[in-house]
């Protein structure tokens, strides 16, 4: 079919919510209200790691408006399934805090109240009785010996390969044999690249409302970006028969990966289903800061092999995944990560160790790019330092290392639909720059035995 | 005081889908005896505009006019199952389902269309318009609305489909990483040229110049806003977004937007793209998935730009004031 | 304290609400009214996405007390919107491609707003200054700030 024959597909229409958009019609979460409503809100954690000992809610329930407080023995399966639903596993997270705490905002408690700033003075007024931990907040310390354990099972870093009866501290890539490249190389490049943790920031903020039906069952008002995913994950929690849930949704005020933890639905269904009324539940911009899931910081150590004429010979990368305290969905970004992190190039030796490392600070998770946006920011700069290092310009170190359709990439898949030659050479002639021929002739369609080049 | 510029460059792949796969989607379709057809879903609109997409898709297959098809979606009670909006795989997954329910609406379609005018269905073609004629008699043609009636009151056929789009998933070599985690690759490319200001630090991003290859645009004006939201959030991402001011230490979060940095529309800057088009061979209309890679070559080119128009190898993100500053005072010292 | 009633001018009626202490007119308009394009983003007047006009300047409805505003005038995107149609800006903006999620639209259309009825001309310069209180994420800002142009374009030639 040729892009003649394409009469929709490859038009520029307007968009079909276009005009409720503009005219404010366009209805969000919040733009939905019942008449007795009532809000939640979260009684967090004010320390990175904590033993609770013991939680007042005495001067809570005085506040006029306070209906009730949930804690993690109301919870009928108080843990996050995000992983296992997606078949990573295994899932550590709790719903509410049951003996301590692993992150400043961490959730221990949901107080429901008449009114919003009945519930926001009511969790003022619950006192926590803390001990505080030591805290371990670098990648490489919380996995060096000595260093305060956070997980259950004993280690800081998520075990891979256990499906394969393995334990593995990390995700391995192995191509060929890097340390014969070493060997071999003219000269050895290394570089260490941090990334920082960042927020989604979208406009509206998370939110729910869950309102209990005549039927008997409860419908979702959500703004996740996963209907489906957010509504077996809730049933799971509530330990209810799924047909029981209704999600509604499907206009999100920006995503960009912030909105698929389901950390709002499975509280807000809870108490929607003992009190027998709506439960509203919305971030407010602070917990949308700091509480809810980050794009995680991660730390990587490149050391390539380089020829004196540019050629990559062996690209060795160990990656840090700042996951925070919990897993949501890290685990499933440092295999996305390996995948990536030697770059779109044909290299033959290479040897990756991706990590997924656990601190004390706000969970790290989805978001735009997961995993791949942090190693192209450190394999490109990287490249740039190779290009010094052999004297050739950026352009040309990138062409002459491009990966091409039938290579091999690091995890044994072949490659298919390349397109990087192609991308370099049309953005080279946008800006003027004059590439040698060589480089105007390659094609991401011919291998080297094959052409002329 | 001075102000240096520079020029850098970076080239990336992005994967579409979820990695490793296992992530499908489902789509049904049915059309209404109002000559228009619904696409059902539980899919989600991030306002990337996938509401829209879809109807094109979903148009484009059926051959019938865009204006009459309707997406209903967001409701789980209605609509079938979907993985959701992630993982650039919305438009390649949901996009598939929608091509493959329109196929087999449009079958039925045909077959009925065939019959009211008498004629074999392989000798007709939809107008694009709203009608189904036979080819090479113009006049020989029947509005599909009327199509649509007589399929449900003449007779008793239903003129629906079914789609379902999934990458089986793929396990991981625990020893050697071997995996199949993706359905095709998209591609981007960015020059970014910058100007630092060796006094205060401060990095003012010129032009963001970008190519991109993504397969099929199916809505290009779509394309261009998720190029020009990306690079701005790159940029963003590169110079000024940080929840950890002093990492990894976790004083100093940032509580609101007066104290997490974004950039405004004051520091956009000049941006130019070009997007290519080689059709994949797994998307629908050869369709890359596009959504989050329009960050990823924006961020290292700027990093490389200010290294290169400073001389020095800054290699830690957000590059604020202050890491300029003191590279050039590392680099100051060191000679 | 006491409830307190409180009568304003609402896209061109008078409205009569009562109102708790310190209650903002984010609030009212939203809850009380069920004026919902007016949206509510950070509550802190660091995101724009609540403004309104208040006797034709944009403000951010998530920092004023409502009792504050007694006898003033209030518009919302709903007072700006005809009943046939669309104001020139909501035109452009959705022409031009100006929106992705909607949900900093109603804020940034009413600043455009005011901005034209000010200054019919601006330069892109000071389309950038009027909307530097407008968060945007999704779009980069400039399809808002070509669409904007565009809109002074076409009202002048109206």
């Known amino acids: 079919m040729t892009v003649q024959d394409l009469k929709v597909v490859g038009q520029s229409v307007l968009r079909r919510d276009g005009l409720g958009h503009v005219t404010g019609k366009t209805l969000f979460v919040e733009d939905r209200s019942f008449p007795d409503m009532l809000h939640l809100k979260m009684v967090r954690s004010p320390l990175p790691h904590a033993r609770i000992r013991s939680m007042d809610f005495s001067a809570a329930e005085n506040v006029p408006g306070f209906v009730r407080a949930l804690t993690y023995k109301d919870v009928p399966k108080n843990i996050y399934t995000i992983l296992c639903l ?234 840090y995944a700042d996951a925070g305290a919990y897993n949501r969905h890290t685990p499933y970004a440092v295999t996305k990560h390996a995948a990536n992190v030697a770059g779109p190039y044909r290299i033959p030796n290479v040897r990756i160790d991706a990590h997924c490392v656990y601190t004390n600070r706000q969970p790290g998770s989805a978001m735009r790019g997961f995993g791949v946006t942090p190693a192209s920011f450190a394999l490109e700069v990287q490249m740039d330092k190779i290009a010094e290092a052999v004297g050739l310009d950026p352009w040309s170190i990138r062409f002459i290392n491009a990966y091409r359709d039938g290579d091999m990439k690091p995890h044994q898949k072949v490659v298919e639909d390349a397109t990087l030659i192609e991308v370099m050479q049309a953005a080279a002639e946008m800006v003027g720059h004059d590439l040698p021929a060589e480089f105007k002739k390659m094609s991401s369609r011919e291998s080297e035995e094959g052409s002329d080049g | 005081m001075a102000k240096v510029r520079g020029t850098g460059i970076a080239a990336v792949n992005y994967p579409t889908g979820m990695n490793l796969g296992g992530d499908p989607s489902q789509a049904l379709i049915h059309a209404t005896t109002t000559g228009s057809f619904v696409i059902s879903l539980s899919s989600t609109d991030l306002g990337q505009g996938l509401k829209t997409v879809i109807a094109q898709i979903g148009a484009e297959t059926l051959g019938v006019p865009f204006d009459t098809v309707w997406i209903d979606t967001g409701d789980t009670d209605t609509g079938p199952h979907c993985m959701g909006t992630f993982a650039s795989r919305a ?245 | 304290m006491a409830s307190t009633i409180v009568s304003f001018t609402l896209n061109g009626r008078e409205v009569e609400v009562i109102a708790k202490p310190l209650v903002t007119l984010q609030t009212v308009l939203r809850e009380q009214l069920g004026y919902t394009a007016t949206k509510s983003g950070c509550k802190k007047g660091g995101c724009g996405s609540c403004t309104v006009l208040l006797n034709g300047d944009p403000v951010m409805s998530c920092l004023l007390p409502v009792a504050d505003i007694a006898g003033q005038e209030v518009v919302t995107l709903e007072g700006i919107t005809p009943v046939d149609g669309l104001h020139p800006i909501q035109t452009t903006f959705y022409e031009k491609f100006a929106i992705q999620c909607g949900f900093c639209t109603p804020g940034m259309i009413l600043v455009a707003k005011a901005l034209l009825d000010r200054n019919p001309h601006p330069s892109a310069e000071e389309i950038a200054d009027a909307l530097s209180g407008n968060y945007c994420r999704c779009t980069g800002y400039t399809p808002i700030v070509r669409a904007v142009q565009h809109a002074a374009q076409q009202m002048a030639t109206d």
């Open chain 2, 91 to 335: 438009t390649h997954r949901v996009g598939n389902a929608v091509v493959q329910a329109a196929q087999e609406a449009r079958k039925t379609l045909m077959e009925v269309a065939a019959d009211e005018l008498e004629a074999n269905p392989d000798d007709l073609e939809t107008d694009g318009e709203g009608n189904i004629r036979v080819k090479g008699s113009p006049d020989r043609s029947v509005a599909i609305v009327n199509v649509a009636l007589a399929a449900h009151f003449k007779y008793g056929k239903t003129i629906s489909g079914r789609g379902i789009y999934s990458k089986p998933k793929s396990g991981v070599d625990p020893d050697t990483g071997k995996m199949d985690p993706d359905s095709t690759e998209a591609h981007a490319c960015t020059v970014a040229e910058v100007e630092v200001d060796t006094e205060t630090g401060m990095v003012t991003v010129l032009s963001l110049k970008s190519a991109y290859e993504i397969g099929r645009q199916v809505n290009p004006e779509l394309v261009r806003s998720q190029i020009g939201g990306g690079s701005f959030m790159g940029m963003a991402h590169a110079l000024y977004e940080t929840t950890a001011p002093y990492y990894p230490a976790i004083d100093h979060a940032p509580t609101d937007f007066s104290e997490y940095l974004v950039p405004g529309p004051a520091e956009a800057p000049e941006t130019e793209s070009v997007v290519l088009e080689y059709p994949s061979s797994t998307g629908p209309y050869g369709v890359k998935g596009l959504g989050e890679m329009t960050a990823n070559s924006p961020i290292p080119a700027i990093v490389n730009a200010i290294n290169h128009a400073l001389g020095v190898r800054i290699t830690d993100l957000p590059v604020t004031p202050e890491k300029v500053l003191r590279a050039l005072e590392e680099k100051a010292t060191a000679h």
């Open chain 1, 86 to 319: 997606i078949g990573v596993g295994p899932d550590e997270e709790p719903v509410l805090a049951e003996d301590k705490v692993l992150y400043v905002d961490q959730p221990i408690a949901a107080v429901i109240a008449e009114t919003e700033a009945a519930a926001m003075e009511a969790v003022s007024k619950v006192r926590l009785d803390l001990e505080e931990l030591p805290a371990v907040l670098d990648v490489e310390e919380a996995l060096e010996p000595g260093a305060p354990i956070l997980k259950d099972w004993g280690t800081n870093y998520f075990i891979y390969d256990y499906e394969h009866g393995q334990s593995n501290k990390c995700r391995k890539v192995r191509l060929g044999d890097v340390e014969k490249g070493f060997a071999e190389a003219d000269l050895i490049v290394e570089g260490r690249y941090q990334t920082s943790p960042i927020e989604h920031a979208p406009s509206e903020t998370t939110i729910c409302i869950a309102k209990p039906e005549a039927d008997g069952r409860l419908t979702v008002y959500t703004n996740t970006q996963a209907l489906y995913f957010s509504l077996d994950n809730t049933a799971l929690i509530l330990e209810i028969p799924f047909q029981k849930l209704h999600f509604v949704g499907g206009t999100v005020g920006g995503g960009f990966g912030g909105k698929v933890d389901v950390i709002t639905e499975p509280i807000a269904c809870l108490a929607a289903m003992k009190t027998g009324r709506p439960v509203k539940y919305k971030f407010s911009r602070e917990e949308e800061m700091r509480a809810s899931s980050s794009r995680g910081a991660w730390r990587m150590y490149y050391k390539d092999g380089v020829m004196r004429d540019g050629r990559i010979v062996a690209r060795q990368v160990t990656s």
